[in-house]
């Protein structure tokens, strides 16, 4: 959940704020300009970039490119659009650079488990079939010809990039007034900086998440949390976590939230996923060896546990643990 602030002394802007219903999700946009009128323009411009961006990639959406991609034939090259083929060499970089705990190429397992639903256990034999018709491994691209050809019965979902490429594509239009994006709790900010000279953002507790227990102070750049508790489901006794591990096709055991922050919202996006699926063992220790700034917040015998890469302690301004 994030909120913002400006210094009440800066009388010259108007705030202007909309919020809309958008990637399945809340979305809040807000701006501070010479009037109300220039503010809402700057929010209809960005709106305008994120609608698109949603039905050029979701999967909920028949007419989607992505959607044409999931159902194009197995081994035939399928033709990006320009941006969509410089999206995936992001998408492939980092699926490469996290060694597969970045994996969009999991249609077939999400939907086994169905976690876009009332959540379920897969049947004996679903669950390793599934498995079986995911991962990048079944996907050739040729960034050259810009095609993607499926080798399999595979499926791409963007619920681990598709917001933070909305938001990059929204930055690119909205001017140099302050302007803050929140989709569904990822949120980025630009423009000049208020005269506050940054826009504070909680970070919750993933017990409780319209508690924040963190403040963080961004100027620029997308901050972006992946957490369990609030979304996982539990069939049958058994937790079904809506993050899945896409190497073992299995919920990722982790039950806190991690937190990044990059000046891409893609880059966020996807490495907030992956440290999930990572743990904090393992995830800080590759954090912290690449200069990303990643908070954990770890529930452990009724506290919460703080841990925080070297790129990340600079952000955080206040603390209520």
């Given at each position: 959940t994030g909120y913002a602030v400006l210094s009440a002394e800066d009388t010259s802007a108007v705030f202007v704020s909309r919020e809309v219903f958008l990637m399945g999700t809340r979305a809040r946009l807000s701006t501070y300009a010479?009037?109300?009128?220039?503010g809402l323009a700057t929010l209809e411009s960005a709106l305008e970039v994120l609608e698109d961006t949603e039905e050029e990639l979701s999967t909920w959406r028949q007419s989607s490119q992505i959607s044409a991609l999931n159902r194009h034939p197995v081994g035939e090259p399928w033709t990006a659009p320009p941006r969509l083929c410089r999206m995936f060499v992001d998408v492939w970089e980092w699926h490469r650079a996290t060694d597969g705990a970045f994996d969009p190429a999991i249609g077939r397992l999400l939907a086994a488990w169905d976690i876009h639903g009332e959540g379920a256990v897969p049947?004996?034999?679903?669950?390793p079939k599934a498995l079986a018709s995911s991962g990048m491994a079944l996907l050739a691209f040729d960034q050259r010809r810009c095609t993607l050809t499926r080798r399999a019965d595979v499926a791409i979902d963007v619920g681990a990039f598709g917001k933070g490429e909305a938001l990059d594509r929204a930055a690119a239009v909205v001017g140099d007034d302050p302007w803050m994006i929140d989709i569904g709790g990822q949120i980025t900010v630009g423009g000049r900086a208020p005269q506050a000279g940054s826009w504070p953002?909680?970070?919750a507790d993933p017990r409780q998440r319209d508690r924040p227990v963190l403040q963080v102070e961004m100027t620029r750049g997308s901050l972006s949390t992946s957490g369990g508790s609030e979304r996982d489901l539990v069939v049958n006794g058994v937790?079904?976590?809506?993050?899945?591990?896409?190497?073992?096709?299995?919920?990722?055991?982790f039950q806190?939230?991690?937190t990044v922050w990059h000046?891409?919202?893609i880059t966020a996006d996807v490495l907030s996923t992956a440290l999930y699926v990572m743990g904090p063992e393992v995830g800080l220790r590759w954090a912290e060896a690449r200069g990303i700034a990643a908070c954990y917040l770890i529930p452990e015998f009724g506290t919460l546990?703080?841990?925080?890469?070297?790129?990340f302690r600079g952000l955080v301004t206040t603390s209520s643990l």
């Open positions: 010479t009037s109300r009128d220039s049947a004996l034999e679903a669950g953002i909680g970070v937790r079904v976590g809506h993050v899945l591990d896409p190497r073992t096709g299995l919920p990722a055991t806190g939230s991690v000046e891409l919202g546990r703080v841990e925080t890469t070297r790129a």
